[in-house]
Structures are given as structure tokens and as C-alpha cells.
């Protein structure tokens, strides 16, 4: 049974600081592409950052320079660092992970930004 895990969402003020966590089981990790959607309210889901199994990464324009996606295949996790965060990140964050058409989703985890 594949399983996709967050933590690490929570409340913080504007320009503060948090660190996602996905915890994958029932995959092989490390074949997979990973990335990091949010949905906030009212809006579409969208990605956020993605990482290939090789190791590059992309981000949706409103992140670069902010967010910081990684992977840690022998721990199978897949973090997300957010940095100077804005009032319009605010959101549901979700995992996900992709390997030749068959995809996986966590069950997301809420990120409130306010002060």
C-alpha cells in the first residue's frame, strides 16, 4: 500500500520560515518524480516544486528564490524548505509523487501565514 505522509505545516508569521516533510512507503523512491502542490482557498491546485529522480528541480515563479525542494532517497522524504513566507502562501500543501503515469498524492498538510 502506497502511502504519502506530511508534517511540519503549521501557523507563521509573514517573512518567517517552514520545513515540509513527505514520508513515502509501498514505492521505490527513488525511481519516482516528486513535487509539492498547494491549494489555497477558493483557488485551483497548483504546483509548487518538483524534483526528478536525478535530482532537478523546478518551481512555480511566485516561489523561486524562497522555496527549496529536496529529497532524501535513503530516508525516503521529500522536504520542502519555505523561507520569507507571504500571506498568499497560505494553503494546503500536498506530496506527490509520479513514476511513468502511476501517481500518488498525501493527504496534504495546512500552512497559515498570518500575523
Known amino acids: 500500500q502506497v502511502q504519502l505522509v506530511e508534517s511540519g505545516g503549521g501557523q507563521v508569521q509573514p517573512g518567517g520560515s517552514l520545513r515540509l516533510s513527505c514520508a513515502a512507503s509501498?514505492?521505490?523512491?527513488?525511481?519516482?518524480?516528486l513535487g509539492w502542490y498547494r491549494q489555497g482557498p477558493g483557488k485551483q491546485r497548483e504546483l509548487v516544486a518538483g524534483?526528478?529522480?536525478?535530482?532537478?528541480?523546478n518551481y512555480a515563479d511566485s516561489v523561486k528564490g524562497r522555496f527549496t525542494i529536496s529529497r532524501d532517497n535513503a530516508k525516503n522524504t521529500v522536504y520542502l524548505q519555505m523561507n520569507s513566507l507571504k500571506p498568499e502562501d497560505a494553503a494546503v500543501y500536498y506530496c506527490?509523487?509520479?513514476?511513468?503515469?502511476?501517481?500518488?498524492w498525501g493527504q496534504g498538510t495546512q500552512v497559515t501565514v498570518s500575523s
Open positions: 509501498g514505492i521505490i523512491f527513488s525511481t519516482y518524480y
Open positions: 524534483i526528478s529522480r536525478g535530482g532537478s528541480t
Open positions: 506527490y509523487a509520479d513514476w511513468s503515469g502511476s501517481d500518488y
